[in-house]
């Protein structure tokens, strides 16, 4: 019974999901808006500045300037694989040339016994004399069957490799660029674009190894027919012309189409992405998501086929010409043979030879459109990875800089402005604060003012548009490094974050903590540490997988965790980095309030140890001990001081904001057991944690 009324309940949905008025209206809108894209994403999702950029390169790449790329790009994927295995790229490059050779040994063979057998005299003398052209044949066959078996082994162990080399090129750049940078639309999408051609190194590997092989033979076949009449050669490149024209032509639309339609297929996949995702699983149930997520889904899936199905057409269409100017080719050049054969100009075993040798290069030449067309697109594809790689370069962080003073004492934010890349207004404006070793230091402000910006700037992770940041030695002035001229490493190894969306990583909840400090090698008796002082421990150490429990439901020791866990986590992962300074953008917000107040007076502690920390927060009742705080109000600090200067101020924006969150606990000044336990205000005869 409940069966079917859970079915019945669907049913409408899913009814809803086939109208058939929905997939009229889906195939109506293929090449405009669906009404998916409007409600889901706003909009039509295309790929509208970087195609036409893309266009561009496609327009330079003409059939000549492909002619001259694709060795080039050939050239550099076997650089590759030269450099990551040699033994094997020369195994494949003498089995391919080997495989060519024969192929023409077997058309000298088969030219051989064909003489023999259109000579004059009794048929067994003319068999017996074929005999060792027969022979040859055999072992040229056979020889080519194990050049092939040997090119197979060689390639299957070369071309991982290739792509490995490829894809960790190009992941090692993108992970080096400057944080502004991937926010700029026209770098995210290049990037972006790049992911698609790293498999493309090692396709590209075997289709030119195919294309070489293929080659190598119709060169063979070419010579062989030049030797035996010279009108035949020109013959042969007319058949193959109009095959490379349409092989060329549907390459280029099936990339330009991929590239257009690649925010549709990403948007898709997240929508089935979601689908199976845990944290989504409630609302697609409980609020219907499911249904919307299935209805997009599909109508932008009718989108795609509809693009699909124009491009078959197209590619039959051209398809069809390239066949037809092929066709006549052959016709011609069977012509020119017959010719040649009526006016006497070729004995009959030699236009037997040229008609094999004709199939055989028309055969080929089949698979070399066919590979050569593949070989285009992959290199295209294998072009936005280069083009990646070489723009993840040019906008890396400098490798190298002024080394920091030892210790940093203060990091001081000097009139710092910033402007996202793209955003019409700057999201900090004129920005001046101190964050000084042994201290807390918070930021408040409503939200959007600016405090997660203002983090990002003193972890050095955004370079500021205007202003400058200094981390500054013991001696003050005289001893201090602009963060735009310092050695970053050194900058991102004096910090340790703690972001408000900090990853959960689908991994053990040791690497959960250890990864932290993911540039050193794992220490378990730190992670234990941490994970006690974030108050963790214990329950890890419950589990019966312990810390190799997978914090993934997904896996076989695959645990959940809830948010407020998660979040303990999260601080154990920021205190196994243990940087002299913390920035801690809202750690409490999933906690309960016993958890929240020992996590406040962990920070504290750390502040007692030496280490500087940056609060953001709303719990303002944790902020009334911090050493000082900043007030910020669209992009701007408009109060600074500690909690009692701020609460003198009569018409003060914190004192106000602290007011509204202790009315809520009917108080006119928050609950005493919800504040982090008094510390001497002196306390900076801490240990230095450099
Ligand atoms: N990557 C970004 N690109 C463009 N604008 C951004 C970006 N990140 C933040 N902003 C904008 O900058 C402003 C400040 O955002 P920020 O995240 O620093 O605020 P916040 O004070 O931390 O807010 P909250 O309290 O909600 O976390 C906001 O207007 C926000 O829309």
């Given at each position: 019974m409940r069966k079917s009324a859970n079915s019945g309940n669907l049913r409408p949905s899913w009814a809803g999901v086939r109208r058939p008025e929905l997939r009229k209206k889906a195939a109506q809108s293929a090449s405009g808006i669906s009404e998916a894209e409007r409600e889901l994403y706003g909009g039509r999702l295309r790929w509208d500045r970087s195609f036409v950029h893309h266009e561009g390169a496609l327009i330079r790449m003409g059939f000549g300037q492909m002619a001259a790329a694709l060795p080039r790009m050939a050239g550099t994927v076997l650089r590759t694989g030269w450099s990551v295995d040699r033994r094997a790229l020369a195994g494949v490059v003498v089995a391919q040339a080997g495989q060519g050779v024969t192929a023409a040994w077997g058309l000298v063979a088969v030219n051989g016994i064909l003489t023999q057998l259109f000579a004059e005299g009794p048929t067994a003398d003319k068999l017996r004399d074929a005999l060792p052209a027969l022979v040859v044949l055999a072992v040229v066959s056979v020889g080519a069957a194990l050049l092939a078996a040997w090119s197979t082994a060689m390639s299957g162990r070369l071309e991982p490799q290739v792509e490995r080399a490829v894809s960790a090129r190009y992941y090692e750049a993108v992970t080096r660029v400057e944080v502004e940078a991937t926010e700029r639309p026209e770098v995210q999408r290049t990037l972006e674009a790049g992911k698609f051609g790293t498999d493309s190194a090692r396709n590209m590997l075997r289709l030119s190894m195919g294309v070489g092989n293929v080659l190598i033979g119709m060169v063979a076949a070419a010579v062989v027919l030049a030797s035996l009449h010279w009108a035949l050669l020109p013959m042969l490149l007319a058949i193959a012309l109009p095959r490379g024209w349409g092989a060329v032509r549907s390459a280029r639309r099936e990339y330009v189409s991929r590239l257009h339609w690649v925010d549709h297929r990403r948007a898709i996949a997240s929508l089935l992405a979601y689908l199976t995702r845990p944290h989504a699983a409630g609302e697609i149930r409980a609020h219907g998501a499911g249904v919307k997520l299935l209805g997009g889904y599909e109508e932008m899936s009718r989108q795609m086929e509809a693009e699909q199905r124009r491009l078959a057409r197209a590619q039959a269409h051209t398809d069809l010409v390239a066949g037809a100017g092929s066709g006549l080719a052959s016709l011609g050049c069977y012509g020119v043979l017959w010719w040649l054969l009526t006016s006497g100009g070729l004995p009959l075993a030699v236009g037997g030879t040229a008609v094999v040798a004709i199939r055989n290069s028309t055969a080929r030449l089949t698979s070399l459109i066919q590979q050569v067309n593949r070989l285009y697109e992959e290199m295209l594809f294998l072009t936005d990875t280069k083009n990646a790689t070489e723009l993840a370069s040019q906008h890396a962080i400098p490798q190298s800089g002024t080394p920091l003073p030892s210790p940093v004492r203060t990091v001081h934010v000097e009139n710092v402005s910033y402007t996202y890349p793209?955003?019409?207004?700057?999201?900090?404006?004129?920005v001046s604060v101190s964050v000084r070793r042994g201290q807390v230091t918070a930021l408040v402000g409503a939200n959007g003012s600016g405090k997660t910006t203002l983090t990002k700037i003193l972890a050095g992770l955004l370079l500021p548009t205007a202003g400058e940041v200094w981390w500054e030695g013991e001696l003050g002035e005289s001893e201090r490094v602009a963060v735009r001229a310092a050695d970053r490493s050194e900058v991102f190894a004096s910090v340790g974050l703690l972001a408000q969306d900090f990853p959960h990583w689908e991994m053990t909840a040791a690497t959960n903590v250890a990864i932290g400090a993911g540039d050193r090698p794992r220490d378990m008796a730190r992670v234990e540490q941490a994970a006690q002082a974030a108050d963790i421990h214990t329950l890890i150490e419950g589990l019966?997988?312990?810390?190799?429990?997978?914090?993934?439901?997904?896996?076989?020791r695959g645990i959940q965790l809830s948010g407020g866990q998660w979040q303990k986590l999260g601080n154990a992962r920021s205190r196994y980095r243990n940087a002299p300074f913390f920035l801690v953008d809202?750690?409490?917000?999933?906690?309960d309030p016993r958890a929240e107040i020992e996590a406040f007076e962990g920070l504290w502690s750390l502040a007692d140890n030496g280490h500087a920390v940056v609060l953001v927060t709303h719990r303002l009742a944790a902020t009334a001990k911090a050493d000082h705080i900043y007030v910020l109000d669209q992009g701007r600090i408009v109060e600074e001081g500690t909690h009692d200067q701020l609460m003198s101020r009569g018409d003060g924006l914190y004192r106000e904001m602290f007011q509204a969150q202790a009315a809520q606990y009917?108080?006119?000044?928050?609950?005493?057991?919800?504040?982090?336990a008094q510390r001497?205000?002196?306390?900076?005869?801490h240990k230095e944690n450099r």
């Open positions: 793209g955003a019409s207004s700057p999201s900090l404006t004129d019966p997988h312990g810390w190799d429990s997978i914090c993934f439901k997904g896996y076989e809202e750690p409490t917000s999933a906690l009917g108080l006119s000044s928050p609950p005493a057991d919800r504040l982090p001497a205000r002196d306390a900076p005869q």
